[in-house]
C-alpha cells in the first residue's frame, strides 16, 4: 500500500501501557484453585491510542499522538517507550492530577489468566480540555490527512472535546474516524467514519438480536445509529462474522477470513488506523472493509497487543487478492 506513505494522522484518545507478565503453568495453588504462573519474562507495551498511533506508524505514515498521561513512574515509562519507538510525543501532556493508566496481563503457557487495571477514571476538567484543544488545533495548523478519535473511556475524550474536534475538522475538510465505546456513543455526531463493534452497537442502542439469523433486524439498528449520528460511513467489526460497511450509496458484508485466533487485544486499533490510511488515501468504501478486515484478522493470530506492520498486510494482501 504505497499510498499509505507519509500520511499525518493526528490519533486524540486514551492511552496506556500494556503490560505483561508472562511464564509457564505446571500446578494448581494449594492455598487456592488457581494456577501458579512461573514467570519467565515481563513485557511492557503502549496501549490504547498509543496502539494506534504505533500501527499508522508501522504502516508506513506518521502518526502524531495527542492525549494525557500522569507525572508519574508509568507516565515517564510511557513517554520514554514513545521517543524508543521513534514516535511525537508534541501532542502528548503530562499532568500530576492524571493517574497514567497500566493494564497488567498475567499469561500462562500462551493463555491469558488474569488482567489487572491500575486506573483513576474521571474526565478532564474545563482547564484540561482547553490545554488539549489548545494543542490539537496547533497540530491540526501544522497539517494532518486525518483524525482518529480513539475512546477507551478514561475521561480525555469528553463531549466538548469530542464535538470542537469534529467541527473543525470538518470545517478544513478533514475526515475524521472513531472508535468509540459506550459512555460517549452519541456524542460523536458529523464524523466521517464511526467504528463501532457488534457488541457496541447493541449496547449503545439498547437492543438485541441475533445476526446470523436477523440481518434485517442489525440494518435497521444501523440505520437509527446513523440517523442520531450523521455520519458519513458505518464500519461494524462482527468478530468471526467479519465486517459490516455502509455508506449513503452502498452496503457491503465483507467475511472474515480463517484464523488460529490467539489474542482479540487491540485488533480493534488494528482496524481503525487501517480503515483511516485508506480512506486518506483515497480507497472506496468496498476497499476500506476488505483491507481493514483483513488487518484485524492478521493481528488476532497474535499473543498480546501487537501492531500490524505494512509489508506484513501487503503479503497477506497479494496471496488473497484483497
Known amino acids: 500500500m504505497n499510498e499509505f506513505s507519509n500520511k499525518r494522522i493526528l490519533v486524540v484518545g486514551d492511552v496506556m501501557i500494556d503490560a505483561y507478565r508472562i511464564g509457564k503453568v505446571e500446578r494448581i495453588s494449594p492455598e487456592a484453585p488457581v ?28 502518526p502524531i499522538l495527542c492525549s494525557f498521561i500522569g507525572k508519574d513512574e508509568a507516565g515517564d515509562r510511557f513517554v520514554q517507550s514513545m521517543i524508543e519507538k521513534g514516535l511525537s510525543i508534541e501532542g502528548l501532556i503530562q ?4 493517574k497514567t493508566t497500566v493494564k497488567t496481563r498475567i499469561i500462562g503457557n500462551n493463555q491469558q489468566l488474569l488482567r489487572i487495571d ?13 490545554l488539549i484543544l ?29 464535538r470542537e474536534v469534529i467541527s473543525l475538522a470538518n470545517k478544513l475538510g478533514i475526515i475524521t474516524t472513531v472508535d468509540p465505546k459506550k459512555d460517549n456513543f ?39 445509529m446513523e440517523s442520531l449520528l450523521e455520519n458519513k460511513i458505518s464500519l461494524i467489526t462482527l468478530s468471526e462474522h467479519g465486517v459490516f ?12 477470513h480463517f484464523r488460529n485466533i490467539s489474542d482479540v487485544s487491540g485488533a480493534g486499533d488494528t482496524v481503525i488506523a487501517v480503515a483511516t490510511l ?6 472506496t468504501t468496498e476497499e476500506v472493509a476488505r483491507v481493514s478486515n483483513l488487518a484485524g484478522g492478521i493481528v488476532c493470530e497474535w499473543s498480546g497487543v501487537m501492531p500490524l506492520n505494512r509489508g506484513t498486510l501487503m503479503d497477506e494482501l497479494n496471496k488473497l487478492r484483497v
Do not use: W
Not at 504462573?37 to 490504547?48: D, M, W
Open 35 to 62: 494456577p501458579i504462573v512461573n514467570l519467565t519474562k515481563e513485557e511492557s507495551r503502549l496501549g490504547g491510542a498509543a496502539n494506534v498511533a504505533l500501527n499508522i506508524a508501522s504502516l508506513g505514515s506518521n
Open 95 to 98: 499532568d500530576k492530577m492524571v
Open 118 to 130: 491500575d486506573e483513576q477514571l474521571s474526565p478532564l476538567n474545563e482547564s484540561q480540555e482547553n
Open 134 to 162: 489548545k494543542r490539537i488545533s496547533t497540530l491540526i495548523e501544522e497539517g494532518v490527512d486525518g483524525i482518529i478519535l480513539e475512546d477507551y473511556n478514561k475521561g480525555v475524550l469528553t463531549p466538548r472535546v469530542i
Open 186 to 224: 452519541f456524542e460523536f455526531k458529523h464524523a466521517t467514519l464511526f467504528k463501532p463493534n457488534l457488541k457496541e452497537l447493541k449496547e449503545g442502542l439498547n437492543v438485541d438480536f441475533n445476526i446470523d439469523q436477523d440481518k434485517v433486524g442489525f440494518e435497521a439498528a444501523v440505520e437509527r
Open 245 to 256: 460497511i455502509k455508506d449513503h450509496e452502498n452496503t457491503h458484508y465483507i467475511p472474515a
Open 278 to 283: 485508506c480512506l486518506a488515501s483515497g480507497l
